[in-house]
Nanobody
Framework: QVQLVESGGGLVQAGGSLRLSCAAAGRTFSSYAHGWYRQAPGKEREFVAAISGCAGTTYYADSVKGRFTVSRDNAKNTVYLQMKRLHPAVAAVYYC??????????????WGQGTQVTVSS
């Protein structure tokens, strides 16, 4: 079981930036795939971005391409989500998740507690 702790959420003005962090413990960090998901009130949890283990290949939802960047620092056992040019529509609780492959994250992954992102207009 991978233990994940997100941080970095908060209130930001439209057009601003935030960097979320996801600190992982409990397993071999670099071999695990990690994903970022978000859930707004009244909506289902949706995929935002992911990074594969080992190769570090990245994947993004179309809605965030060009504005969000997922990365990892294996020395710090941490995955990041850099978010730029934020607008109110992206406000949600952002969750980090990990699994042996990106395809199994949603169904079988370990999840963090989430961090709230709020964007003021």
């Amino acid at each position: 079981q991978v233990q994940l702790v997100e941080s970095g959420g908060g209130l930001v003005q439209a057009g601003g930036s935030l960097r979320l962090s996801c600190a992982a413990a409990g397993r071999t960090f670099s071999s695990y795939a990690h994903g970022w998901y978000r859930q707004a009130p009244g909506k289902e949890r949706e995929f935002v971005a992911a990074i594969s283990g080992c190769a570090g290949t990245t994947y993004y939802a179309d809605s965030v391409k060009g504005r969000f960047t997922v990365s990892r620092d294996n020395a710090k056992n941490t995955v990041y989500l850099q978010m730029k040019r934020l607008h109110p529509a992206v406000a949600a609780v952002y969750y980090c998740a990990a699994a042996k492959s990106i395809a199994t994250i949603r169904r079988f992954g370990s999840w963090g507690q989430g961090t709230q992102v709020t964007v003021s207009s």
